[in-house]
């Protein structure tokens, strides 16, 4: 297990010739790939979202599409469409692709786009598929959504419904660097210009090989009632949660939490791996009662105080 340590930790190194500092961000990211699910990234402009998915696939040696969110963005545009084509004098309609056909799919402001064309994406984003007309055709595996939405100028915007929010997996809060990454990332892009070339270290067969051993990774008994009694309590407390998470979150912290022990070099899950992922797991899953949003307390306020409750 040691080994696949020093696997994520050459995937850091890598990927810090580019993006400074954002260490929580890029591993929540790598969880959210090991689980082969989606993830959704909110933080402010300029904080090396878009740079650090970008360079993820580089090193990944994956393709990557972006999409940008806006409120004239069409289902088409982005699952693609038939065109009509002309071959020796005889016309007939062709699929062609849009930028879901990748790998990984950067949608940039999603909720800038309408919710006819979220909800396109949630096919691709469920199914690993797109249906256009009456044809359905298979993305090529392996397939992520990495969404971003900006918690800053919300006019204009179609806010993700809750059951689109439970098809991410994580919701990665994305922080302001520190005073001593910011003057690295001065030193990095306000001088000579330099455009560093990433090595690729991954590929989409050694994707495959760690999606498959995260779920080999065990988990003990009393570990995993932990994780359904931290989700039952989501529901039953009705002083700070309106609506509670669902099953899938349980799947899904469980699973965040393998994939958290394998890229530690941990053959086991520990209570640590459930803390940590609980809070991007859980954040976008609960919606807050009024009295919670009262006292000033965010999600992460709530399941800090679920997570001490439930030892």
Known sequence: MKNYKELFDG????LSKVVVGQTEMIEHILVAILCDSNALLEGYPG???????????????????????TPDLMPSDITGTYIITEERGK????????????????ADEINRATPKTQSALLEAMQEKQVTVGTNTYKLDPPFFVLATQNPIEQEGTYPLPEAQADR?????EVVHPGVDDELKIAD??????????????????????????VRDVP???????????????????????????????????ILASKARALMQGRNHVSNEDINI?????????????FEAER????????????LARVK
């Open 47 to 69: 904080l090396a979202k878009t740079l650090t998915v970008n360079s993820m696939a580089q090193v990944m040696d994956l393709k990557f599409s972006r999409i940008q969110g």
């Open 219 to 253: 988990v003990a008994n009393d570990l995993k009632k932990r994780v359904v009694k931290i989700i039952t309590m989501t529901r039953n407390s009705k002083q700070l949660i309106q609506y509670g998470a669902s099953p899938r979150a349980t799947i899904g912290l």
């Open 277 to 289: 992922m609980a809070f991007p797991v859980l954040r976008h899953r609960i919606v807050l009662h």
């Open 168 to 172: 991410f997996l994580l919701k990665i």
């Open 91 to 106: 016309r007939e309609f062709k699929f062609q692709p849009g930028p879901l056909f990748a790998n990984i799919v950067l």
């Open 11 to 14: 995937l850091y190194n890598e």
């Open 295 to 306: 006292k000033g307390m965010a999600a992460d306020d709530v399941i800090k105080e679920i």
């Open 188 to 213: 990095m892009y306000a001088s000579a210009r330099k455009d560093p070339k990433l090595r690729t270290l991954l590929n989409k067969s050694h994707i495959t090989t760690l999606q498959n051993l």
